[in-house]
């Protein structure tokens, strides 16, 4: 074979290679998820955030977080915003607000029957440290609040009588059972 021939046939061998469709190794396999990032909004504010340690998103597609409101914040938290609690859920975003007299609210943790655990202001300055204090709430899925409880045994059978939370410190007695 002379050797202009075994260049071309190379070459058509190296051109149909080239133009074969098959899959690269960095190409998505079909049993890959693919994933939609979406902007959840804010109300009113420049910023949304999470800020927990817990998982953010349910089985469900709910998502909890803290979205600013347009208020700035007489104490000037984190942002110099007021930031509420919120439950994103099938395109809806939902203010849960915060309990009479705060200001603020977080979300923290959630679960598949839409009940959301975070804290709120309560509107009383702790005279220790000189901010606001927080109380844990309950968040219903139909839009009740209440304050949570601590007073009582859990389910360990362990005494918790109070829980506190103030910037970079978290506070937490168990005594007898």
């Known amino acids: 074979m002379k050797s ?18 098959r ?7 079909g049993g890959s998820p693919r994933y939609k990032l979406i902007d959840l909004g804010t109300f009113g504010g420049p910023n949304s955030t999470e800020g927990s340690q817990a998982p953010i998103v349910s089985n469900t597609g709910s998502v909890i977080g803290v979205g600013d409101t347009s ?4 104490l000037c938290s984190s942002d110099c915003f007021i930031g509420h609690a919120f439950r994103w859920e099938k395109g809806v975003l939902t203010d849960l607000g915060t309990i009479p007299g705060g200001n603020n609210s977080d979300a923290v943790w959630l679960n598949s029957l839409g009940q959301v655990v975070g804290e709120s202001e309560n509107g009383v300055i702790d005279p220790l440290v000189g901010v606001p204090e927080n109380k844990a709430v309950l968040w219903q899925k139909d839009g009740q609040k209440r304050e949570a409880s601590f007073g009582r045994k859990g389910r360990c059978g362990t005494w918790v009588p109070w829980v506190a939370r103030t910037p970079r410190l978290r506070v937490s007695t168990r005594t007898g059972k």
């Open 71 to 74: 208020v700035l914040d007489p």
């Open 23 to 29: 899959q690269f190794s960095a190409q998505p396999t």
């Open 4 to 21: 202009g021939n075994v260049t071309w046939t190379v070459a058509i061998a190296v051109l149909v290679f080239l133009a074969s469709p």
